[in-house]
Each structure stands twice: as structure tokens, then as C-alpha cells.
């Protein structure tokens, strides 16, 4: 019998909508339109890339939505590639998420909210020094003893951002400050623009980039109420959402700043804040900064210990014997959270930051992350019943090949990182074998492959 994820199911469209939302709009927001802009070097271009990537996000959305209603437990993509191509597949994932690229996101968060912190605050160098660590300590104790409370924190953080950005458009465009003869000619590419290959394809990996994340609602599946129902609004209304404030906030930032006086993406935000709300400008700025990478800082808290817990509860298969990974799939007593994952994660995160090597793992890891969510899309054509959606077999296929296609780009721009982080990846296959051996995991269950 397949051991699945049990977790309460406390939150509701809100809260799922949230987590879709939240990741995805945090600092990038604020950094990559600028680059995007400088590098095409046309107001249509940058509109034209962002709707692409609109749709491609949008089709992948369909299919963890599927994904999800299918299996409406934690775990997310680890439990749909258990199902739909083995355990071994699945743990790789797993390995890579838990121990590898979601402690060094969180970490790289966390070190990059400082200086927007130290803008709003008078903190010593000391205090700034630790503040990481704080800010990770605290948002791994907010979700230790309670999910539901956590679940409230990250709900409202996320969808603060929503009205906050909403009125930094408004101001910008109602106030006087921004002007259609920045914008125009809309279709004409400025002087110094990167060349129109590379301004695409560059323009098209920061952008997905900016809206990575609006896949984590699938790993706290178990704890949404009526999946069926709320999931689908999270995805969809989600991605839409995210779409929406990413145009209208590139359209303000070049009517109100030229293309032709952006140097770099810090500089960018600077004279942005300062042309809208002159001194305060930066103030009002890092404000907005904190409070986005709140959010997917709460989101990351909240989701990636689920994919801990449900990875240990599927390779040991719900025994109660002692080990390394069984201790991964115990509840919280009282709360009911992943206590023992929700360690795990913050532990790794301060290692992570404690080393200084988020940079680094960021870059070697994004390629194989890119290829696992293919793979993930995938495995909707494994399973023994059919897809009958109306969108079905086209977003997939549409998905699997963009996301393909990035995966090519980010190997060519820089294949030494991309193979480097593949063979991190496949250091799980001997981690999995000395689990294996010593007797920690009993073999692969049946249900672990669901294909034909």
C-alpha cells in the first residue's frame, strides 16, 4: 500500500492563491525588468517576451493543476514523479530540492532583503550581519509550531504586495511622472541594445526566472480544502495575477525612467524611487522590496518542508522503524506540521548562508531544476487514466517544449554550471544506495510507477 502525505487541510483559495503569488513576486520584480529593458532596447519587445512567458506559465499551470487534483497530498513535484517515473526519479528531485536549491534560494533572500532593511531602519553593521540568520530562524519557528498560523502570515504578506504594487503603478502613471515619449516609438529598439538573439533568449530565461514559483501550491496540496476546487482558482487566478503586475510594472518603469539611462538593475531601482517620491523614494521603495521577499521567503518556509516529509514518508514507506528518514515523516504532536523537515530546511539554509555558496548553487542548480519540471509535466502522459481536459494534449506538449528549450539555453550560455549541477543532482543515486543498503528504505513500492 502507497504511503501518502496526511497532513490537515486548513487552508483555504486565499492562503493556495497566495502561495502561487508569493514566490513569484519577490525581489526579481524590482531587479530583472531593468536588465530585461536595457537588453531589448524596446518597450514591445519586453511587453512581447513577458506575454510569451505568460503563456508558457499558463500551460504549466494547467498541468500541475491536473497533477495536484490527482494527488492532493504534500509533496508536490516528488510525489507526481514517484508516481510517474519511479522512486528514483523522484528522489533526485527531492535531494536536489530539500538539501540543494531551496536552502540556497532561501538563503540568497534573506542576505538580499538586508540592505533594503538597513534603508528603512537604523541597524548596526553587526545586526546586519545577522540578520539572515534571524529572518530564517524566524520564519522556520513561525511554521514549526503552526501551520495554520504561518499559513495566515504568509497569506497576508502575499497579498499585501498586490494592492502595494497596484497603488506604486497608479502613482506612477496618475502622478505626472511617467510620460509616453519614453515609451514611444513602442516597436523601435533603442541605441545599445544587446544583439536580437541574445536580447531574446537572455530576456527569456530572467523572465522565467521572475515568475519561478507559481509552481509551489502543489506541495502543500494536503493542507487545501475542496482541491478540487480551490487548486484550480489558485494556479490559474495565481499566474494571472503575477502576468498582470509584472506589465503593468514594466510599462511604469520605462515611461517613467528612459531605457537610454538604465546602467544596472540596483541603480535602476534608485533612480525609479527617487523620480517617483524624491528623497523618500528609496524608502518607499525598500518598503515594497521587503515585503515582496517576505512573502516568498514565508512561501519557501512553508512549501519545501512538505516535499522533505512526503519524500520520507514515500522511501520508507510509512514504517515507524527508526533511521535517518523515517524521523522526516513524523507530524508535529500538537501543530501537525513536518516538524523534523521544517528543522531540516532552516538548518540547511543557515549551513548554506553560513558557507556563502547561494550564488553558486543557485547557478549550478537552475538547469537541472528546469529539467525537472519537464519532466514533472510529463508525467501526466505516464498515467493509467487518461487526461480528459480541453486543454490536453496541447499545454504539456507546449510546456515541455519551452521549458526544453531553456533548459538548451541555459546549457549553451554556461554549460560548465549546468553539468556541475547535474552531477550534484546525481549524487543522490549513491546517497539513495547507502540509505538503501544499511536498510533505512525498504525497495521501491509499486505504486511508485503508475505508467502502462
Request: proline fraction near 6%.
Amino acid at each position: 500500500m502507497e504511503a501518502l502525505p496526511q497532513t490537515k487541510r486548513q487552508m483555504g483559495v486565499w492562503a493556495a492563491t497566495a502561495v502561487v503569488t508569493g514566490e513569484a513576486i519577490s525581489l526579481g520584480i524590482f531587479l530583472t525588468p531593468a536588465g530585461m529593458a536595457r537588453s531589448l532596447g524596446s518597450p514591445a519587445l519586453l511587453a512581447a517576451v513577458w506575454c510569451g512567458m505568460a503563456l508558457l506559465t499558463l500551460a504549466g499551470a494547467l498541468c500541475f493543476t491536473e497533477l495536484a487534483i490527482r494527488n492532493p497530498h504534500d509533496g508536490g513535484e516528488y510525489l507526481y514523479l514517484r508516481r510517474g517515473f519511479g522512486a528514483r526519479v523522484a528522489f533526485l528531485y527531492g535531494w536536489m530540492a530539500a538539501i540543494v536549491m531551496y536552502p540556497g534560494v532561501a538563503a540568497a533572500l534573506s542576505v538580499g532583503t538586508v540592505p533594503y532593511l538597513q534603508a528603512l531602519l537604523p541597524v548596526s553593521a553587526p545586526i546586519a550581519k545577522a540578520l539572515p540568520a534571524l529572518i530564517l530562524i524566524t520564519l522556520g519557528a513561525l511554521n514549526y509550531f503552526g501551520a495554520g498560523f504561518n499559513s495566515g502570515v504568509m497569506t497576508a504578506l502575499n497579498w499585501l504586495k498586490v494592492p502595494v504594487l497596484a497603488a506604486l503603478v497608479g502613482w506612477a502613471l496618475l502622478s505626472g511622472h511617467a510620460t509616453m515619449a519614453n515609451v514611444s516609438p513602442i516597436t523601435a529598439r533603442r541605441a545599445g541594445s544587446d544583439p536580437l538573439i541574445d536580447a531574446i533568449a537572455g530576456a527569456t530565461i530572467s523572465a522565467f526566472f521572475c515568475f519561478g514559483g507559481w509552481w509551489e501550491a502543489g506541495k502543500i496540496a494536503g493542507e487545501v480544502r475542496n482541491p478540487s476546487r480551490n487548486l484550480p482558482v489558485a494556479f490559474s487566478g495565481g499566474v494571472l495575477i503575477v502576468t498582470a503586475i509584472y506589465l503593468l510594472l514594466s510599462f511604469a518603469f520605462v515611461a517613467v525612467v528612459p531605457m537610454q539611462q538604465i546602467q544596472s538593475n540596483t541603480a535602476f531601482v534608485a533612480v525609479f524611487g527617487q523620480a517617483l517620491f524624491g528623497s523618500a523614494g528609496s524608502r518607499v521603495l525598500s518598503m515594497c522590496v521587503v515585503l515582496c521577499v517576505f512573502g516568498g521567503l514565508s512561501v519557501l518556509s512553508m512549501a519545501v518542508p512538505r516535499v522533505t516529509y512526503a519524500l520520507a514518508l514515500g522511501e520508507a514507506g510509512g514504517t515507524k522503524r527508526g533511521g535517518l528518514l523515517p524521523a522526516f515523516a513524523r507530524l508535529h504532536p500538537r501543530s501537525g506540521t513536518p516538524a523534523n523537515a521544517v528543522l531540516l530546511q532552516t538548518g540547511m539554509a543557515l549551513l548554506v548562508l553560513m558557507l556563502g555558496a547561494f550564488d553558486q548553487i543557485l547557478a549550478y542548480i537552475i538547469f537541472s531544476a528546469v529539467v525537472f519540471l519537464a519532466l514533472t509535466v510529463a508525467t501526466l502522459f505516464r498515467s493509467i487514466t487518461p487526461v480528459r481536459r480541453w486543454w490536453f494534449p496541447v499545454a504539456p506538449i507546449v510546456f515541455i517544449a519551452g521549458s526544453s528549450l531553456l533548459a538548451i539555453m541555459l546549457l549553451m550560455h554556461n554549460p560548465g554550471s549546468a553539468l556541475l549541477g547535474a552531477g550534484v543532482v546525481l549524487l543522490g543515486l549513491p546517497v539513495r544506495w547507502l540509505l538503501t543498503k544499511r536498510g533505512e528504505m525498504p525497495s521501491p513500492i509499486a505504486a511508485d510507477s503508475i505508467s502502462p
